[in-house]
């Protein structure tokens, strides 16, 4: 039996984008999805060029693809025309960006020199396979596994300087390349109540239903 693209599309809806809770077919990353017999070609993007995540988000997708009876093999091309915009995302997805936004207390900003990020909650493996993190009420985000290893390394004992330098490491880029997406993934991580930054109030401003 072939699988339908619809089948595909409705398996990808179970993989989230790395770095907002929301999956990757309500964030308008995916472009086009074909199918011939076992064969899946799929047309995608990302969000930035700059996005040290975009090995594991490939792997991700071919993952979910597969999960779908049928298929066998899968290719995924990343292409950057048209570039995406907030325009490519659902309705729905809009409306859970603002609603996250708005009406919510904000933490402080980060503060660069001398903010040092602690890891808090914990980390479950599903059934499938992939990882959630949850934070103390219990809200889960899905993550990957370079976003894992980044948010053990958020000891309390290194400062936003030396986490970029790990980063780096991990994703064997430029220093350059990840400081500010470093800044944004530790201010994700902390907005979902994961990371915790001593000496400042920290109000999560995300809400799941």
């Known amino acids: 039996m072939q699988a339908s693209p619809q089948d595909v599309e409705n398996s990808l809806r179970k993989c ?3 770095e907002v809770p929301l999956n990757i077919v309500e964030m308008g990353l995916i472009y086009g999805i074909e199918v ?4 899946v070609d799929i ?3 990302m969000t930035t060029q700059g996005c040290p995540l975009h090995e594991t988000l490939v792997q991700d997708v071919t993952r979910y693809a597969k999960k779908v009876p049928g298929v066998e093999n899968v290719n995924v091309q990343i292409v950057w025309d048209p570039p995406w915009s907030m325009d490519s995302m659902s309705p729905e997805a809009r409306d859970k960006i603002r609603g996250m936004a708005s009406g919510q207390a904000t933490p402080a900003p980060i503060d660069y020199d ?3 990020p602690q890891g808090v909650g914990k980390l479950a493996q599903q059934e ?3 990882m959630v993190l949850i934070n103390e009420h219990d809200q889960g985000f899905m993550v990957n596994q370079a976003i894992v290893d980044f948010w053990k390394c958020c000891d309390g004992r290194r400062k936003m300087t030396e986490l970029v330098d790990v980063f780096a490491q991990q994703t ?4 350059a390349q990840v400081e500010k997406e470093v800044t944004q993934l530790v201010q ?3 907005d979902g ?3 915790a930054i001593p000496g400042q109030a920290d109000t999560p401003n995300v809400t799941f239903h």
Request: glycine fraction near 20%; avoid cysteine; charged fraction near 30%.
């Open 43 to 45: 047309k995608m993007t």
């Open 16 to 18: 989230m984008d790395p």
């Open 114 to 116: 001398r903010a040092m």
């Open 36 to 39: 011939k017999g076992g064969d």
């Open 128 to 130: 499938d396979g992939s």
């Open 172 to 175: 064997g880029m430029q220093r």
């Open 188 to 190: 994700q991580l902390r």
């Open 193 to 195: 109540g994961l990371i």
